[in-house]
């Protein structure tokens, strides 16, 4: 029907260190206003010195207005995690690490009158993470039990590959209302609604410094590629990136409309 209301929701790209959040602080509240955002979803696995999310950075989401906040491959890069996800109902850990993992493999969190599930998933390929089970099977699984809740599901898919990214999304279209990709803090042009319903993006990008290599200290990176010296990376500083998936749809679940947004942000 023409005249029933649609929601938006807005995704926020993995949030690198100290500039990234200042960023995050600076754009979000004029952005929600302005796009009349429903829900906010944002990555937080570089929240904290660029490596794992702390308790005071999972306060600050909540605080700002993030409605749910997922992770990726640096969940253990704070000490602090295990209890958070054993607390933090709006705290999503990917659902294929072993079962052991602290936290819920799927996060529902209210919305209005509606119910919005966040699944949160590892990739395969390329992650160097050999305990982690098959997300496409483990999506298969944790959909009969989420459907029984809501069919608004938004899944975050924290991955390498575009390849295993846009296959996990055609594996999910018409189950899910969006697959779309974090971890390579590189914002991709082909966001999409795929022919059963399902919206898709490979990658949201990052909020973070812009004169960076993903949001950390260049010349860092390109020493590392010269001499092959591992030391840990610092979070680069100055003007930054906002990086987010706009993404509308309707209270059965189905994906309206989707769209990138890149917002430059001043650190003055």
Not at 191 to 214: C, F, N, W
Not at 242 to 248: G, H, I, K, Q
């Amino acid at each position: 029907m023409s005249g029933e209301r649609t929601y938006k929701a807005l995704i926020v790209g993995d949030v690198v260190g100290k500039c990234g959040r200042d960023a995050f602080e600076k754009a979000l509240p004029e952005l929600q206003w302005q796009l009349d955002v429903d829900f906010t979803l944002v990555n937080g696995e570089n929240t904290s010195n660029g490596r794992g999310l702390n308790r005071r950075d999972f306060d600050f989401y909540r605080d700002l207005g993030a409605d749910a906040v997922t992770l990726g491959n640096h969940l253990y890069g704070n000490r602090e995690i295990s209890s958070l996800l054993d607390k933090e109902e709006r705290l999503a850990r990917p659902a294929n690490l072993p079962p052991a993992t602290p936290g819920s493999p799927y996060r529902i969190v209210p919305c209005g009158d509606l119910k919005i599930a966040v699944l949160n998933l590892l990739g395969r390929v390329y992650m160097n993470m050999p305990a982690l089970d098959c997300p496409f099977r483990r999506a298969e699984e944790l959909l009969h039990e989420i459907h029984a809740i809501t069919s608004i599901i938004l899944v975050d898919f924290h991955a390498e590959a575009t390849s295993e990214k846009l296959a996990l999304a055609r594996f999910l279209d018409g189950r899910v209302t969006a697959v779309f990709g974090t971890h390579t803090h590189v914002q991709t042009s082909d966001a999409r609604i795929l022919p059963r319903g399902t919206a898709y993006l490979s990658d949201v990008g990052m909020t973070g410094a812009y004169d960076s290599i993903l949001g950390v200290e260049s010349e860092q990176v390109i020493n590392r590629f010269l001499t092959g010296r591992t030391e840990p990376f610092k979070v680069a500083v100055g003007e930054a990136e906002f990086d987010a998936l706009l993404l509308e749809f309707d209270a059965a679940g189905k994906a309206l409309h989707a769209e990138t947004i890149r917002k430059m942000v001043r650190m003055d």
